[in-house]
């Protein structure tokens, strides 16, 4: 890591030196000589500015180890990444922020002597001067806002590229006049260098668009995970608290229902989650049986084809078991599912014959239609539709886009108990 204190421009030479134990000034020695090696120690540095993360590399081994000490669940709520102090990025202007002002004079006062050094010992002429400065500043303008976590990366790389344009037409205007320059294969080589230079100026705005690419999809990852786990809670926790209110008076079933409602828990908590081996119809046929003995009601099941395992399915046959719950606790009977299995899609109806409610009044806090059916299939890409109506009753209409053949499609089976 590059620690913030102590350094005299982006912290990788005290970095370096903190992590092979040795002198610092050593580093910056290396570091200068190399660099006059073809820019080999400026290469390696501006690699490891890009690339190693801002922090204290003494407090971050100690957080680590406090942390392979500790349990997973242990920390609660606790962000398990690193702290804001441990393994950041900074972006070019905030480590021309933080270095010491002396040292930032010291290096512009080395790099216009070698500038001059250079310009003089190449034999160029004056005229180029301005063309490569302003080059030089389009690039620079564009990295300065490289890792900056407060955008603007748009902005500067526009501003970049404008500067390079600018640098390319006073060349041309340059090599427009008689004497050097004038020969049609500079301004190609130059107009090749611009393209270059272009390239080399939009890698930060490439960077932050990934960047907040990766961001985003860990939100949506995070937020599925969240409603998955809020989903299975109220499948599976609160479903059971009803149960042992029901049975409050059965001390062997309380016990029976608390006990496997802790084994599945620990189960989905601590094991890794993974695809299950249930087909569409033995999936329908196991979920409703279960439902028939934790309720005490009949449901009639039909299936008609046969879909393979998969997270589509899984999250589909996990919404029935929620949805034929919801009809045998709030529906009248009877009760029906019906599954048809096609080549790309599986479509299932649950059915109950109650009073019906309206859809549009359901709370917000009201988990068990919103995440357990409804958000489930759409996370997974399916739809839903409910249809309820007074007297008629209540429908939830699932269906679920599938991938890859079925096996055993086209053969109906009926089971009613």
């Known amino acids: 890591m590059r620690p913030k204190r102590g350094r005299m421009l982006c ?40 690339f190693v993360p801002v922090g204290d590399p003494v407090a971050a081994a100690a957080a680590q180890t406090r942390t392979v000490a500790q349990s997973p669940l242990s920390r609660g709520n606790a962000a398990s990444g690193p702290s804001p102090d441990h393994g950041t990025s900074e972006s070019l202007g905030e480590a021309l922020r933080r270095a010491p002002k002396p040292a930032l004079v010291a290096l512009a006062g080395m790099g216009s002597i070698a500038v001059a050094v250079l310009l003089s010992l190449g034999g160029v002429e004056s005229r180029l001067i301005l063309p490569v400065l302003l080059a030089l500043a389009g690039i620079g303008a ?31 205007m340059n090599a427009a006049v008689p004497g050097w320059g004038a020969s049609p294969r500079q301004i190609i080589l130059a107009g090749f260098l611009l393209l270059v230079a272009v390239c080399f100026a939009i890698v930060p705005w490439i960077s932050s668009l990934i960047r907040d690419l990766g961001t985003e999809r860990a939100l949506k990852e995070r937020e599925e995970e969240r409603a998955d786990m809020t ?7 609160l479903q059971t608290l009803a149960l042992i209110q029901l049975h409050s008076e059965e001390p062997a079933t309380v016990f029976a229902l608390a006990r496997q409602q802790e084994r599945e828990l620990r189960e989905w908590l601590y094991q890794e989650r993974t695809t299950t081996d249930r087909s569409v119809s033995a999936g329908i046929k196991d979920i409703a049986a279960r439902v028939e003995d934790e309720h005490g009601k009949p449901i009639e099941v039909v299936t008609v084809g046969d879909a393979r395992p998969s997270a589509q399915t899984d999250a589909l046959l996990d919404a029935t078991g929620q949805a034929l719950v919801n009809a045998v606790t709030h529906g009248g009977e009877p009760v029906s599912v019906y599954c048809e299995a096609g080549p790309s899609k599986v479509e299932v109806f649950v059915r109950d014959h109650g009073d019906g409610f309206d859809v549009n009044t359901i709370p917000e806090g009201r988990l068990g239609i919103r995440e357990s059916i409804i958000g489930r299939v759409r996370r997974r890409g399916g739809t839903v539709e409910i249809v309820s ?28 108990e």
């Open 231 to 237: 989903a299975h809670l109220h499948d599976g926790v």
């Open 11 to 50: 912290g990788v030479c005290r970095g370096v030196a903190l992590h092979l134990g040795i002198p610092v000034w050593l580093v910056r020695l290396v570091f200068l000589v190399s660099t006059c090696f073809f820019g080999a120690g400026a290469a390696a540095y501006l690699f490891l500015w890009l």
């Open 142 to 172: 564009a990295w300065l806002q490289y890792n900056a976590k407060d955008g603007g990366q748009l902005w500067s790389m526009l501003g970049s590229v404008t500067l390079l344009f600018v640098a390319y037409a006073v060349f041309v």
């Open 389 to 416: 109506r007074p007297g008629w009753g209540t429908e939830v209409r699932m269906h679920m886009p599938i991938a890859g053949d079925p096996h055993g499609g086209g053969t109906g089976t009926h089971a009613s």
